[in-house]
């Protein structure tokens, strides 16, 4: 069935410092992509997401591309802040037909120390 | 606008004990999600409501009954509380596709 992985956590980082956290999926069909992330004691919210092969989906300094060849939508931010520490969830959906229905890494947590 | 809106904040049952986890929208959305997210495993999907009147099951429903009450609401029955269904309990919506806005969380803990 449909899955998808992301790198394991802690991700700690310096404030400035360059971020990127790995997520790798398989899917039959053609699956769109997304980002969330989860702030201390709050719901998820959508960062970014990437409905097509080559996209490339960005929002707040976030950005991740859609690479089929390497079925890989990884994260990425030039220079992260104190306040982008939260967890970040990779998610794809309608890869089998079940659109809709998201199927969600296992988060990644990022700390960012000033 | 309240987006999604989850009642209770917090519940603690003893085992065999029975509850409901409301959720209400009011962004007029079709869909309706409920998601349960453990430690390591990410977020999973217990049933979807793609419209009024409808729903169907996701990953994870055995345990649980829901009832798309109206367009605005969705909510998830615990018949029979678990142990093993201690968790952070998530609501979502959208208009259509993908869950776009998430609740707040119920956090529930079954001794």
């Known amino acids: 069935g449909d899955s998808v992985t992301q790198m394991e956590g802690p991700v700690t980082l310096s404030e400035e410092a360059f971020l990127t956290i790995n997520c790798t999926y398989t899917?039959?069909?053609?699956?769109?992509l997304f980002w969330y992330v989860q702030y201390p004691g709050e719901g998820l919210q959508l960062l970014l997401k990437?409905?097509?092969?080559?996209d490339k989906g960005s929002n707040k300094g976030f950005e991740a591309t859609y690479r089929k060849e390497t079925t890989s939508f990884h994260l990425e931010k030039g220079s992260v802040q104190v306040s982008d520490s939260a967890v970040y969830f990779c998610?794809?959906?309608?890869?089998?037909?079940?659109?809709?229905?998201?199927?969600f890494g296992q988060g990644t947590t990022l700390q960012v120390k000033p | 606008n309240a987006g999604v809106t989850q009642t209770p904040k917090f519940q603690v049952l003893k085992t065999g004990q029975s509850m409901t986890l409301q959720c209400a929208q009011d962004?007029?959305?079709?869909?309706m999600y409920w998601y349960r997210q453990d430690p390591g495993m990410g977020l999973r999907l217990i049933y979807y409501?793609?419209?009024?009147?409808?729903?169907d099951k996701g990953e994870v429903p055995n345990g649980y009954n829901v009832s798309r009450l109206n367009k605005r609401e969705f909510s998830l029955r615990l018949e029979s509380a678990a142990p093993s269904q201690t968790s952070v309990y998530f609501c979502?919506?959208?208009?259509?596709?993908?869950?776009?806005?998430f609740g707040p969380g119920t956090r529930l803990t079954v001794l």
């Open positions: 409501s793609a419209s009024e009147g409808t729903t």
């Open positions: 990437a409905t097509k092969a080559d």
């Open positions: 899917a039959t069909g053609y699956p769109s």
């Open positions: 979502a919506s959208s208009e259509s596709g993908s869950p776009r806005f």
């Open positions: 962004m007029n959305h079709n869909s």
């Open positions: 998610a794809l959906s309608g890869g089998s037909g079940n659109t809709g229905k998201l199927i």
